[in-house]
């Protein structure tokens, strides 16, 4: 079992910038492709960006591309999501989110991913 604890969160103004922090437990995280989704208010969870077990493949939505960037610390089982230049229509609940063990690389596919955290809340002020 994989357990996932978002932190970061917070509001900011937009232009602004926030490090969004995901700590996983468990010894596969070094094995595991990981990923970042986010929802809106009445809205589909989407897909954010991806990373893969090394870190050495990424991949991104087109709204966050040259903005945000995911990264990893396999030696702190800690992904990361830099975000710059924040927009509004950034505003979401953002969820950290693994494949299983030994799926080593990145997806856009909200259902490769197997383990989820609890969601943290990013509100963007215009």
């Known amino acids: 079992q994989v357990q996932l604890v978002e932190s970061g969160g917070g509001l900011v103004q937009a232009g602004g910038s926030l490090r969004l922090s995901c700590a996983a437990s468990?010894?596969?995280?070094?094995?595991?492709?990981m990923g970042w989704f986010r929802q809106a208010p009445g809205e589909e969870r989407v897909f954010v960006a991806s990373?893969?077990?090394?870190?050495?493949?990424?991949y991104y939505a087109d709204s966050v591309k040259g903005r945000f960037t995911i990264s990893r610390d396999n030696a702190k089982n800690t992904v990361y999501l830099q975000m710059n230049s924040l927009k509004p229509e950034d505003t979401a609940v953002y969820y950290c989110?693994?494949?299983?063990?030994?799926?080593?690389?990145?997806?856009?596919?909200?259902?490769?991913?197997?383990?989820w955290g609890q969601g943290t809340q990013v509100t963007v002020s215009s």
């Open positions: 468990g010894r596969t995280f070094s094995t595991t492709a």
């Open positions: 990373i893969s077990w090394s870190g050495a493949s990424t």
């Open positions: 989110a693994a494949r299983s063990p030994g799926s080593l690389l990145v997806s856009t596919n909200r259902r490769e991913y197997v383990y």
